[in-house]
T-cell receptor
């Protein structure tokens, strides 16, 4: 029941910004956008989340469009260790159910 | 702060055998989740606990899967009997309360032969 659409894979050069898009055109007003990543053989790792406004933390920036139908996760200076599958998830605030799609496989190349 | 702990990390069994996985959430986290992740797919929620009560088990195959969180802290997920299609990674996650960010453990990789 994933409510998001992401590209299957993307490439990024080491040191450059990685911009990962996500489409969530059916998002409701009380649904948050969450981003997780999963490095091979590890559990998913929380990156960032937001509701309406753009957000930034030590790992990444989240840009949400004004109509909230899409968002972009930005890794400002990608490193080889950022190679992972990135999941974009929408979550209803008071139910905390995460529906993971297939995510985007980001390949950071030297 | 210690993360979510899971054991064992790997398990190989034959079909029709039983298996159990253990999870210890982050200290103080009231909500605990079990996910199943089949190779090439995103994690799928199996069951969600709030303290020692079940909040959602709609995706749990109850004829063979069971889970408990008796004292509201650590949890056990059991499969009995296992089928080939149960081969997957079983992930445990926890959150402070139900509406907060989920933090995941490293997972248990199960192979059913």
């Amino acid at each position: 029941d994933a409510k998001t659409t992401q590209p299957t894979s993307m490439d990024c050069a080491e040191g450059r910004a990685a911009n990962l898009p996500c489409n969530h055109s059916t998002i409701s007003g009380n649904e948050y956008v969450y981003w997780y990543r999963q490095i091979h053989s590890q559990g998913p790792q929380y990156i960032i989340h937001g509701l309406k406004n753009n957000e930034t933390n030590e790992m990444a920036s989240l840009i949400i469009t004004e109509d909230r139908k899409s968002s972009t996760l930005i890794l400002p200076h990608a490193t080889l260790r950022d190679t992972a599958v990135y999941y974009c998830i929408v979550r209803v605030y008071n139910f905390n159910k995460f529906y993971f799609g297939s995510g985007t496989k980001l390949n950071v190349k030297p | 702060e210690a993360g979510v702990a899971q054991s064992p990390r790997y398990k190989i069994i034959e079909k029709r055998q039983s298996v159990a996985f253990w999870c210890n959430p982050i200290s103080g986290h009231a909500t605990l989740y079990w996910y199943q992740q089949i190779l090439g797919q995103g994690p799928k929620l199996l069951i969600q606990f709030q303290n020692n009560g079940v909040v959602d088990d709609s995706q749990l195959p109850k004829d063979r899967f069971s889970a408990e969180r008796l004292k509201g802290v650590d949890s056990t997920l059991k499969i009995q009997p296992a089928k080939l299609e149960d081969s997957a990674v079983y992930l445990c996650a926890s959150s402070l309360v139900m509406a907060e960010t989920q933090y995941f453990g490293p997972g248990t990789r199960l192979l059913v032969l």
